[in-house]
């Protein structure tokens, strides 16, 4: 079958015999806690795809990934969310201290990011971090929560953002930054969060910090908060883009049964087929324009207007797929309605389309885009 042959191809490039095993274990297994596609992502060297050769990576480029992310998902859309969160963090961390070090170490040895942005909390802007904060010996002190962070039981460090005054600044202002924690520094715990039923294998929890330790070194900065600048450009365009790939990974997977099965007529097979594909190319656009090294507003408005069309394409695309399997199918194969949960929860990632439409309306019109 030609349906997602670019995207495996791709994956195997990167991950040689990783996509056949992933196709040998249950969906079933794939999607429920304990998910054996993430020790097996690990062990084939995923973690290390966007580090660079120079430090022992596969050097990555932004198109191959989105194939990746898209193929990973068609297989199980936990280990293609759970992968890309680290995947993200990797990519778009500004540098610090530590930064080569910490590369060396994902590559080598195969450790996993888990990613900390989310407060979870409705109607709070990502770019306006919660925990709190108290300045230590060489370092800061940090408590609050992080939730859902996906790859919670898997990661080998925690990376959260968090509002901290620069070293060296003195007006009292903070910036975005990002930490780095080793997952089992003293103060950390994980508890389990939300529905236990939709992409459980991604290792979704709340994390909890109680006045956890980070040095100065293992602190990036993303700058102020209140305008897009590269680095928080660049962290908005590599998260839009691969998420975005992964969710209509988890539709395309529907869209292959029915094309395996030959159900409906040849027009409805290749309407779905035409909707994952244009939209597959789309995406593939903003990778394309990544790889230029792009990271203007225009180009983050671009990624998010990408992503929200993909969201629209995939509630079309599943309807549809799940509607020609048929009602018996639907109400006898748990994957059915597992991919068909999975795939729609790319609507709850922030910035959610209502609140963001404003700003894009207003950016539309000449004005600076904002991240709400």
Request: net charge negative; charged share 20%; aromatic share 6%.
């Amino acid at each position: 079958m030609n349906y997602l042959k670019k995207e495996r191809e791709t994956l195997e490039a990167l991950m040689p015999g990783f996509d056949e095993r992933l196709a040998e274990i249950p969906l079933a297994d794939l999607e429920s806690k304990g998910n054996p596609g993430i020790e097996l992502f690990r062990e084939f060297g995923g973690p290390g795809l966007l580090v660079s050769e120079e430090y022992g990576g596969k050097n990555a480029n932004q198109l191959q990934m989105v194939r990746v992310q898209r193929a990973l998902a068609s297989r199980s859309p936990s280990l293609a969310l759970a992968t890309n969160m680290h995947s993200c963090t990797v990519a778009a961390v500004p540098p610090c201290e530590a930064t080569s070090e910490l590369l060396k170490s994902i590559a080598e040895n195969g450790l996993f990011l888990a990613s900390g942005f989310a407060d979870g909390q409705p109607q709070k802007s990502i770019l306006r971090p919660s925990m709190e904060v108290e300045r230590g010996d060489g370092g800061w002190f940090l408590s609050g929560r992080k939730k859902p962070v996906s790859l919670s039981e898997s990661m080998d460090f925690l990376t959260a953002s968090v509002l901290l005054p620069p070293q060296g600044r003195k007006d009292g202002g903070q910036e975005l930054a990002l930490v780095t924690i080793p997952a089992d520094a003293p103060g950390i715990t994980v508890i389990e969060y939300g529905n236990d039923q939709i992409l459980r294998g991604a290792e979704n929890n709340e994390v909890v910090l109680d006045r956890v330790f980070v040095g100065d070194e293992y602190i990036s900065y993303f700058g102020g908060p209140d305008q897009l600048n590269d680095a928080l450009s660049t962290a908005f365009l590599w998260f839009e883009c691969f998420v975005s790939a992964s969710y209509l990974g988890g539709a395309s997977a529907l869209v292959e049964r029915v094309l395996k099965l030959k159900r409906g007529n040849e027009t409805e097979r290749m309407g779905l087929v035409t909707m994952t594909e244009s939209t597959m190319m789309a995406i593939e656009g903003v990778a394309t324009s990544m790889m230029r090294g792009n990271g203007e507003e225009v180009d983050v408005a671009r990624a998010l207007y990408v992503r929200y069309g993909t969201q629209q394409a995939i509630e079309k695309i599943t309807q549809h797929a799940a509607e020609l399997l048929g009602g018996v199918n639907y109400l006898e194969s748990n994957e059915v309605t597992s991919m068909l949960s999975a795939c729609r929860a790319l609507a709850f990632h922030p910035p959610s389309r209502f609140s963001i439409t404003p700003a894009l309306d207003a950016f539309i019109l000449g004005d600076p885009l904002i991240i709400p």
